[in-house]
């Protein structure tokens, strides 16, 4: 019924940027955050940036100030803007999103399918 849908990903050096986006369509009668987590090799998957309805935002101290999260509620829209990006952020970005179906009728959490961010040094 929901579907989210990641753009954007792809191959950085060091010190550069890249813009993810991600769409998300269906059913939807509400949403109530939509927000960006990160899987490196290895590691557990870790919340990057959040947008809370409205625009509370909220950051991991790792990528406080290089990062910045921007949604467009019309569009049901999230967009990571990552700039001065290291080697160590370097995983496959998820998007996530809480939402309310017209079905449902309460808040779950759907899973974009992630895009790769690869930064070399």
């Known amino acids: 019924q929901v579907q989210l849908v990641e753009s954007g990903g792809g191959l950085a050096q060091s010190g550069e940027s890249l813009r993810l986006s991600c769409a998300a369509s269906?059913?939807?009668?509400?949403?109530?955050?939509m927000g960006w987590y990160r899987q490196a090799p290895g590691k557990q998957r870790e919340l990057v940036c959040a947008?809370?309805?409205?625009?509370?935002?909220n950051y991991a101290d790792s990528v406080k100030g290089r990062f910045t999260i921007s949604r467009d509620n019309a569009k049901n829209t999230v967009y990571l803007q990552m700039t001065s990006l290291k080697p160590e952020d370097t995983a496959v970005y998820y998007c996530n999103s809480r939402i309310m179906t017209y079905k449902s009728r309460s808040f779950s959490d759907y899973w974009g399918q992630g895009t790769q961010v690869t930064v070399s040094s």
């Open positions: 947008i809370i309805s409205g625009s509370s935002t």
């Open positions: 269906g059913s939807i009668a509400s949403v109530y955050a």
